[in-house]
């Protein structure tokens, strides 16, 4: 059974930094690609950054300055930091895999307010 839970979230002031994690149980971690995607209120679920199984790491032009993702292998576990927060980045971040397996895989949210 493919689980993946997100930890990391809460309550930050603009310019503060988080970093969320999102731990995978259930798959063979090492050869999938790993997601993170964001979802505000009121508006769709959008991709921030994706990370290969090499390594090999894209993100949202929006976001590509100031949000790096990244990925431990030994830990099954993917990583978003998130510098310079600003309010708009409030949203529930979503860890997600599934390219490579042809069905899609979420976690269960992790929220992140940011406060002007």
């Known amino acids: 059974q493919v689980q993946l839970v997100e930890s990391g979230g809460g309550l930050v002031q603009a310019g503060g930094s988080l970093r969320l994690s999102c731990s995978a149980s259930?798959?063979?971690?090492?050869?999938?690609?790993m997601d993170w995607f964001r979802q505000a209120p009121g508006k769709q679920r959008d991709l921030v950054a994706g990370?290969?199984?090499?390594?090999?790491?894209n993100s949202a032009d929006s976001v590509k300055c100031r949000f790096t993702i990244s990925r431990d292998n030994a830990k099954n576990t993917v990583y978003l930091q998130i510098n310079g927060l600003q309010p708009e980045d409030t949203a529930v971040y979503y860890c997600?895999?599934?390219?490579?397996?042809?069905?899609?895989?979420w976690g269960q949210g992790a929220q992140v307010t940011v406060s002007s």
């Open positions: 990370i290969s199984s090499r390594g090999r790491t």
């Open positions: 997600h895999t599934g390219r490579e397996l042809g069905n899609d895989y």
């Open positions: 259930g798959i063979t971690f090492r050869i999938l690609t």
